[in-house]
């Protein structure tokens, strides 16, 4: 009799986190009260200015605080969005709220609704996102690379040595001010480790930026090192923002699960064109080493020669 194998759906998401980790890993009361909530802020107070952009559930606004007109942006999250956007709210909220780094997006309150809209007031970054500025002025040079890995890499060393995991460095989620100061920001799938060797191997995240044995764990031995799953999404981010498109595929072509699967979990890592520094091969080598135990931590690559100043 033959087999029937189950289509996998093919789309840039994986299956969402086993029932354990979709639990509140932080309780987050809301009292009324913003003298028992130093941190939360008044619906009123908040002139919205414009939208920012949209996804997961949530509206992003840039926004005016009325009695010090400090621009700020407001993520909200809508009273009608399904539970997991709700929960991934709630998960930004508590991490930002514990993280004080000139390299992570900074957070200053919230405020939730009666009708059940959930809003966290964040550092307003000028510049939108690396995938804004890649779009709108093509791509990097080397010089601007180095210092925006120079920047991401200070921010997850923080948050590693806080035993905050990212699991979902990309493009879209690194900020960046008209400073051109580079911080991490959307942690609705970050994981806080609550031990040193606590396991991480819940499919969360954008599949496309995903480490092997993240994609498929099966084959890596079931657990994996989350810390090192972070620097393979920059290495490939990097990449990215170097050549216009997505290493592992061509220009222009859409990626999909199957395709994903195949070119990261099977296939060689990606190669840089000849035009990239012998400093910068080595460099994005170091990140995109399959055997995850043998890959570069943040505070390795810091000390990397492609970062440091020209001699």
């Known amino acids: 009799m033959a087999l029937v194998r189950d289509r996998r759906q093919l789309n840039l998401r994986l299956p969402l986190p086993e029932p354990s980790d979709r639990r509140h890993r ?14 939360a802020i008044a619906p009123a107070d908040i002139e919205k200015l414009h939208v920012l952009g949209h996804g997961n559930g949530g509206t992003v606004y840039k926004v005016r605080h009325k009695r010090t ?23 930004e909220m508590d991490i930002l709220r514990r993280t004080d780094s000139p390299h992570v997006v900074q957070y200053h309150g919230f405020y939730e609704k009666p009708s059940g809209d959930v809003a966290i007031l ?14 709108s002025n093509g791509t990097f040079s080397e010089a601007q690379l180095a210092s925006v890995a120079r920047q991401v890499l200070s921010g997850l060393t923080y948050l590693h040595a806080h035993k905050i995991i990212h699991r979902d460095i990309k493009p ?16 609705g799938v970050s994981k806080v480790m609550s031990r040193t060797l606590d396991a991480c191997n819940s499919y969360v995240g954008t599949s496309a930026y995903m480490s092997p044995e993240r994609f498929d764990p099966d084959s890596y031995g079931g ?22 498109h997505f290493p592992f595929l061509p220009m222009g072509q859409r990626p999909d699960w199957a395709t994903l699967m195949c070119a990261i979990c099977f296939a060689d890592p990606p190669t840089l064109p000849p035009t990239a520094s012998p400093h910068f091969r080595s460099f994005i080598g170091s990140c995109l080493i399959k055997d995850s135990s043998q890959r570069w931590s943040a505070s390795q690559l810091l000390t990397h020669p492609f970062l440091l100043p020209p001699s």
């Open 69 to 91: 007109a400090i621009i700020y942006a407001l993520k909200v999250v809508h009273g009608d969005s399904d539970a997991v956007n709700r929960r991934q709210v709630r998960r």
């Open 223 to 244: 657990n994996y090192n989350g810390y090192a799953a972070d620097i393979w999404s920059l290495g490939l981010t990097l990449f990215e923002l170097y050549v216009g």
């Open 122 to 135: 964040m550092e307003y970054m000028e510049l939108g996102t690396l995938e804004t500025l890649l779009k």
């Open 172 to 187: 879209s989620n690194l900020l960046v001010n008209k400073n051109m100061e580079v911080k991490i920001g959307d942690f």
């Open 26 to 39: 932080f309780p987050l009361p809301l009292p009324p009260s913003s003298a028992a909530n130093p941190d």
